[in-house]
């Protein structure tokens, strides 16, 4: 068992969830897991660390509708 220490609980993504870039209209990588505080993008295009972003992706609700999430993103780091 892995011990968690963030301050929110990050969950997996269980479909791939394409995320793009809104400012470039691009595809910057998918989604790896998702807390309310951060996420894991696994991205296949360059990022700048210490930089600000804006993100797209969609995610399912309750019914199983697809809805649209845009969120701003600060890189802290990566890897």
């Known amino acids: 068992m892995i011990d968690e220490f963030r301050r929110a609980r ?3 993504v269980a479909d791939t ?18 807390s309310e505080t951060g996420m894991l993008l696994m991205a296949n295009a360059p990022l700048v660390e210490d930089a600000l972003y804006q993100f797209r992706f969609n995610l399912n609700d309750a019914q199983g509708r697809e809805q ?12």
């Open 10 to 12: 990050r969950r997996k």
């Open 68 to 79: 649209a999430i845009e969120v701003g993103a600060h890189l802290l780091w990566q890897d």
């Open 17 to 34: 969830v394409i995320v793009v870039d809104t400012m470039v209209d691009g595809v910057v990588g998918r989604l790896g897991n998702l």
